[in-house]
Each structure stands twice: as C-alpha cells, then as structure tokens.
C-alpha cells in the first residue's frame, strides 16, 4: 500500500463549476500537507500548504486536512481553464527534515 | 529572477554511457533535493542534501549518485544508466527547516526527461 493515495482521473469540469480533489494517508507522522499544481511539461509548485488539521482559503482555494481520518482536499470554487493542470498532494513529517511523499497526481481539465 | 535551472531538457543516451544531470539555484537555499517521476508513480526522491558536503538517500537512491560541493549546485550522476532510470527528473531547492509549523516552499526544476535505450 501506498504512503499517499490519490485518485489519477483525468477529472473533467465544466468552466465554473467547483472541484473536489482528495488525498488519503497511512503516515500519522505527517504534519505538513501540501498542494501543488503542475502544468504541462513544467515542474510542480506550490499552490497551498497547511500545517496540521483544519481548513485554509485563498482566492478561489480551500485546502482541508482531516488528520484523525488522514484525508486532505483541495477544492477549487469557480473552476476556469487555466486551472487545467495536474495537482499533486504532498506531505511532510517537518522539523529538521524537507523530504516530502507524494501522491501520484490528478489531473483535472476545466472546459469552457 | 530566482529559480531552478536544470541542464539538460531532454537527453536520450544509451545503456552504460555515463552522464551527469545539472542542477543550480540561485536563492541561497541550504536543502536540495532530486525527484524522479513516473507514470503511476508520482514523484519519488532519489537524493537530497541538507547543506554543502551533506547528502544522504531518499526512497529511490539505487542507481544514482550526487555530490554538493558548492550551494547553488546539485548534480545528479548516473554512472552506468539502464533503460529502467528513463524518467522525468526533478531538481528543488528551499530553505532548511527549522521552525515547527513554518513550511519552507521547495522550489522545482522545470524537469529533465531522460531516456535510456
């Protein structure tokens, strides 16, 4: 079994509509999750990180982080197509450590 | 501008023929690190260093070799390159952690696609 699991898609939206992107985790050492947006044939960054359980919002990005069932989401609100991207989770134990486990990505198309 | 550079883009060699993969950053940054990714795989780290002279493996070392002799520069070496190292390789960069519940961004490469024959 994978560390990080996560669905591949594709996922396909229409323009607009909100999307919904998950990770679960057997690692409950992890203490940092990330998500991270990789265009095509560019390398990933970093979208959004949260620190522990809760939830975090910007602009048009909510990240939540469900420890105690080692779910994370991304959920995108008014979804458009220059959102078309893969978006890989990442986690991290943290401290003195940077070595993040990622999932495999998903890979979302937003049509218009 | 900061970034990540990583040299080559695309290199296609054949079995056994030694080659050497680039990587330099520009932002100060103590932590390097190398990513290979895979269809079906994600991103799976070979090596990373924590500061000049500090390297240690990742999940996936077997195969490869790197050196950090200078801060900006992190080579990644295949001495002897087999088909199965044929992946899309990813350099990064950030600041080394040291304080709990601050996350220091890794900064990414734009990729080096290596192909084995």
């Known amino acids: 079994q994978k560390e990080v699991e996560q669905d591949p898609g594709p996922l396909s939206v229409p323009e607009g509509a909100i999307v919904s992107l998950n990770c679960t985790y057997s690692?409950?050492?992890?203490?940092?999750f990330m998500w991270y947006r990789q265009y095509s044939r560019k390398g990933p960054e970093l979208l959004m990180y949260?620190?522990?359980?809760g939830n975090k919002e910007d602009g048009r990005f909510t990240a939540q982080v469900d420890k105690s069932s080692k779910y994370i989401s991304l959920f995108i609100r008014d979804s458009q197509p220059s959102d078309s991207a893969t978006y890989l989770c990442a986690m991290s134990e943290g401290g003195t450590a940077s070595k993040l486990t990622f999932g495999t990505g998903t890979r979302l198309q937003v049509t218009l | 501008e900061a970034q990540v550079t990583q040299n080559p883009r695309y290199l296609i060699t054949v079995t056994g023929k030694k080659l050497t993969v680039t990587c330099s950053q520009n932002m100060n940054h103590e932590y390097m690190s190398w990513y290979r990714q895979d269809p079906g795989l994600g991103l799976r780290q070979i090596y990373y260093?924590?500061?000049?002279?500090?390297?240690d493996k990742g999940d996936v070392p077997e195969g490869y070799k790197v050196s950090r002799k200078e801060k900006r520069n992190f080579p990644l070496i295949l001495e002897s390159p087999s088909p199965n190292q044929t992946s899309l390789y990813f350099c990064?960069?950030?600041?080394?952690?040291?304080?709990?519940?601050?996350?220091?961004?890794?900064?990414f490469g734009p990729g080096t696609r290596l192909t084995v024959l």
């Open positions: 260093s924590m500061n000049v002279e500090v390297t």
């Open positions: 990064a960069s950030s600041l080394r952690p040291r304080v709990l519940a601050r996350y220091n961004e890794q900064f």
């Open positions: 690692n409950s050492a992890f203490q940092y």
């Open positions: 949260t620190y522990s359980s």
